[in-house]
């Protein structure tokens, strides 16, 4: 069976619970991943090949040797990584693919900007974007990008489009292959809705939200950050920078919190199953609505930069841009608007150009003839496991059940810290070690006997 290195923090089938993804960082900051890795996974696990993930760990170049020996290729899926607090993987990976001698494909990345930024100017990580494309493009045909925006940066940086690169959308939203469920939603102050929003958006986008919480009390706010789930399940506080977030639920005082209204996500399954049961998804998450979508939920995505953008304009997401939102705007007559069925428009043809990509670089998928299996192998393997429920509040839990969860939290964080101390006092020792050892040859070099040697051996020689 062939082995398939990827990057991520864990596998949809995993049954990590609170604890250990907030302790192992396993969502990569943003549950939002689980969604992309999810259709990633479906589409490439077959009978005969298996993904492996790289827990966010194996990218320096000194595990070229060991993934060369164990794996077939190196197939990493990413969001926006084409921006500033990447740049270090970036450079990592870059320094890694160039000892791998296995087959290396680029799924879905993008460029993070904002909304309308000016692709042509000059970004500080544009060298190290530049060098990280070029070694990927020694080891595989070409890489997939998420949309046009990311397609033009490409461009200005000397790639040819079709031939270094080709637009490919994000791999989320073809879980079910050409398959997609599409309906009208019908609202009412009775519905049940979903709502998504992130702390980065214009706090005009936050007002909306908490206006169409009071419209349809029935909702459930579905936060993503790692940070979050840290407060949620732990009652850690939510501290950003983010000063103009001022309707942003960011506190465990806050109303969402204290009714229990929030639920954070460990898994896609149940993000799905959620999901399946409300009326609508609204917000600003781009994953947390493609999930809504997946799961054959109408969803209303509100996009507020240049990544959410181009693959808002990619995949026809019924959407409503933030500077579009005017004050005491009104679901119930925004819903009217909006064209809900958009998102069929090109899917058919933009899930067998992601085929077309996937086998040019000759990674294996399930959708033989573009057919989506009735049951893809990963479908078995998840249906196997007892996948952790989503996390909920601890004001939904007695007192006593608190006291556990947050208990067995923190003694296990308390555990691995531990070990970090010793593992970097090791590390630290072992440094000191070297430099000790470095400074004695440079002296022993420099000393007057050596150098003496040295010349001496110099005459003889001539």
Known sequence: MKQILTRAGMAPYENFDAAQVILDNAIGDNTGNLIYLNGFYRALTTDHQEL?????????SVH???INETYDAYVMPFADAFRLDMVDTLKDLTHLIRKLRIPVVIVGVGLRAPMDADITREFPFDEEVKEFVKAVLDHSAKIGIRGEVTAAYLKKLGFREEIDFTVIGCPSMYTNGADLTVRQPRLSTDSRISI???VVAPNNVNQFLRNVMRQIPDYYFLPQRLQELKMTFAGEPYIHKQKHAKDYPDSMLDEVYRENRVRCFLNAKTWFDFLEKVDLSIGGR????????????????IPHDSRMKELTEFHHLPHIHAKDLRPGQDVFELIEKIDFKSVLKDHDKNFHAYLKFLEENGIEHIFKNGQNPKEAPLDK??????????????????????????????????????QLRVDFRDLK??????????????????????????????????
């Open 286 to 301: 781009l994953h947390g609505n493609i999930a809504s979508i997946v799961a054959g939920t109408p969803a209303l995505l």
């Open 196 to 198: 998504n929003a992130s």
């Open 64 to 66: 070229a040797d060991f």
């Open 381 to 418: 393997r998840i249906n196997n496991v007892k996948l952790p429920p989503p996390v909920d509040t601890l004001n939904g839990h007695s007192y006593e059940d608190n006291i556990h969860r947050v208990d067995k939290y923190y003694r296990e964080r308390e555990i691995r810290e531990k």
């Open 52 to 60: 492996i993930p790289n827990r966010y760990r194996l990218r320096k």
């Open 429 to 462: 020792r072992e440094c000191n070690r070297e430099k000790k050892e470095s400074q004695y040859r440079k002296e022993l070099l420099e000393s007057k006997p050596v150098k003496y040697a040295v010349s001496l051996r110099k005459l003889l020689k001539r």
